[in-house]
């Protein structure tokens, strides 16, 4: 089945620096990739979507200038957090969806999130 | 728009009992619906999807749900359950072709020896 790999798995930076975090798809083409955020215990919360080539289109709320998203290839997105905060830490999930995945009607394929804590 | 509730932020059951997770939906169009499982620190992990063929919908790990239109429920069960099975479960709607899914706020699955 698709894969989609996200990395890091977890990353601790110092308020103020910026963090990247990469999402790929591993055996499909992903046209749509979306970036979720996770609190604890509640659920996941759409931040961004991005299609390949073109700008990602954010959730009322988000900050595009602090959460860019690249997804400049069709196996690849990123999600950089600019400037981090404590309120920054949070689990954040990528998910996939494109040629070769089945029933496009949804973002079937998710990555296995990253933790990040900002201290 | 779309919206799902699910009933119960945490259920318990013993091993080997029924498992029953209520989920109910709003959409102002037919919807597919998905249920998803977590494991803690890691991602969503598709267990069933509703896309408007039968109602009774089976999925992996011994799971199924059933899409009822009258009470606008899609809830999941499992005849038996199994100590692997403990986990957080997300129901989830997607009313249009834009792939968005909306996710419930989970229901956190417990399982007691």
């Known amino acids: 089945g698709a894969v989609v790999s996200q990395h890091p798995s977890w990353v601790i930076c110092k308020s103020g620096t910026s963090v990247k975090i990469e999402c790929r798809s591993l055996d499909f083409q992903a046209t749509t990739m979306f970036w979720y955020r996770q609190f604890p215990k509640q659920s996941l919360m759409l931040m961004a979507t991005s299609n390949e080539g073109s700008k990602a289109t954010y959730e009322q709320g988000v900050e595009k200038d602090k959460f860019l998203i690249n997804h400049a290839s069709l196996t690849l997105s990123t999600l950089t957090v600019t400037s981090a905060h404590p309120e920054d830490s949070s689990f954040y999930i990528c998910?996939?969806?494109?040629?070769?995945?089945?029933?496009?009607?949804?973002?079937?394929?998710f990555g296995n999130g990253t933790r990040l804590t900002v201290t | 728009a779309q919206s799902v509730t699910q009933l119960g932020s945490h259920v318990s059951v013993s091993e080997g009992a029924l498992v029953l997770l209520r989920c109910n939906y709003s959409s102002s169009v037919p919807p597919y619906l998905f249920w998803y499982v977590q494991y803690p620190n890691q991602g969503l992990q598709l267990l069933l999807k509703y896309t408007s063929a039968a109602t009774l919908v089976k999925g992996i790990n011994g799971f199924e749900a059933e899409f009822k239109k009258s009470e606008t429920s899609f809830h999941l069960t499992k005849p038996s359950a199994h100590m692997s099975d403990a986990a957080e479960y997300f129901c989830?709607?997607?009313?249009?072709?834009?792939?968005?899914?909306?996710f419930g706020t989970g229901t956190k699955l417990q399982v007691i020896p």
């Open positions: 989830a709607v997607n009313s249009g072709g834009y792939q968005k899914v909306t």
């Open positions: 998910s996939a969806s494109g040629q070769g995945t089945t029933g496009g009607i949804s973002p079937l394929h």
